[in-house]
Nanobody, 118 residues
Framework: QLQLVESGGGLVQAGGSLRLSCAAS????????MGWFRQAPGKEREFVAL????????YYANSVKGRFTISRDSAKNTVYLQMNSLKPEDTAVYYC???????????WGQGTQVTVSS
């Protein structure tokens, strides 16, 4: 069983920055990728960013490209989401997730709230 714990959310003014962390524990040895999703009130959960664990290739949603950066610390089994130039429309609950095989999201964290004030 794989456990994911997110942290780092909070309240920030527009234009500010936050860094989210997602620590993985348990069965991490067959992980293919880790990523971030978000869900705003009344909206569906949407993809934000993905990092392929072997090699470090990254992918981003167009809405965050150039502002958000996904990275990892392999020794800590942790993935980060650095969020800069935050906008009110970035307000959402942010979730960490993992893939054991491509395009199959297997495990999810509990989410962390990010609120951007205008």
């Amino acid at each position: 069983q794989l456990q994911l714990v997110e942290s780092g959310g909070g309240l920030v003014q527009a234009g500010g920055s936050l860094r989210l962390s997602c620590a993985a524990s348990g069965r991490t040895f067959n992980r293919y990728a880790m990523g971030w999703f978000r869900q705003a009130p009344g909206k569906e959960r949407e993809f934000v960013a993905l990092l392929i664990w072997t090699g470090g290739t990254t992918y981003y949603a167009n809405s965050v490209k150039g502002r958000f950066t996904i990275s990892r610390d392999s020794a800590k089994n942790t993935v980060y989401l650095q969020m800069n130039s935050l906008k009110p429309e970035d307000t959402a609950v942010y979730y960490c997730a993992t893939q054991n095989t491509p395009n199959q999201w297997d495990s999810w964290g509990q989410g962390t709230q990010v609120t951007v004030s205008s």
